[in-house]
């Protein structure tokens, strides 16, 4: 078995070494990357079976409401009087035991509930955009953006409750957008369009 490894590495070798076989790259063989960092979304979205993939992204989000240790079920049921934040101290589930003592503040509050929020939130924002031009039937197109609005309310309403002042973001963001410094939303703005959402929905 040695052997023959051995004879193919040689051969391999002999024609790299003759030219016979030219795996190396060129300039003409490069392109311009006019989206580097960035998803490109006119590749996307182009049909209902990719506009269908979106929408699972947008629902993805939900896992939030049960998945794992950050849920906003725990969070939300620890701000109530179904349950006692307890464990070994206060910094045992920290962010569970701010919700408890209704004092959350940056440094125990799971930056995943931002992130995670505004991710569907922006999913959704790309579908609604999108779906007007993608190739399928009005009611499936109808029922999609339908789906994005309700999904971009849910994540608006917990936004709103769990920070009270939040941006409110109703379209793509590019990468050249200046995202650090987009102004946040008074509560009444973000309730009005999660009402909008709904009915539009």
């Known amino acids: 078995m040695k052997n023959k490894i051995y004879k193919i590495s040689v051969a391999v070798s002999l024609l790299l070494g003759t ?3 030219n795996v190396a ?45 950050e849920n ?16 070994g101290s206060s910094t045992d589930g920290a962010g569970i035991q701010g919700f408890s003592n209704f004092q959350i503040n940056p440094n125990i509050m799971p930056v995943s509930y931002w992130r995670d929020y505004y991710q569907g939130i922006s999913r959704a924002n790309v579908l609604i955009e999108k779906i007007p031009q993608a190739n399928m039937s009005d009611a499936v197109k109808s029922r999609f953006t339908a ?34 410094n987009i102004p946040q939303a008074a509560p009444s703005e973000v309730y009005t369009q999660i009402e909008s959402d709904l009915l539009a929905a």
């Not at 789906?147 to 963001?173: Q, S």
């Open 72 to 87: 906003m079920v725990t969070f939300f049921n620890a701000g109530s009087d179904d349950f006692y934040a307890g464990g």
């Open 25 to 69: 790259c060129n300039n003409s063989n490069l392109e311009d990357v006019e989206y580097k960092g960035a998803f490109d979304t006119n590749n996307f979205f182009r049909n209902e079976q990719e506009c269908f993939f979106a929408l699972i992204g947008t629902y993805d989000v939900l896992r939030k409401y049960a998945g794992g240790f």
């Open 19 to 21: 030219g016979l076989v």
């Open 147 to 180: 789906e994005a609005k309700a999904l971009r309310a849910l994540y608006y309403f917990d936004l709103v409750r769990t920070f009270k002042n939040v941006p409110l973001i109703l379209k793509e963001i590019k990468a050249s957008d200046d995202y650090y």
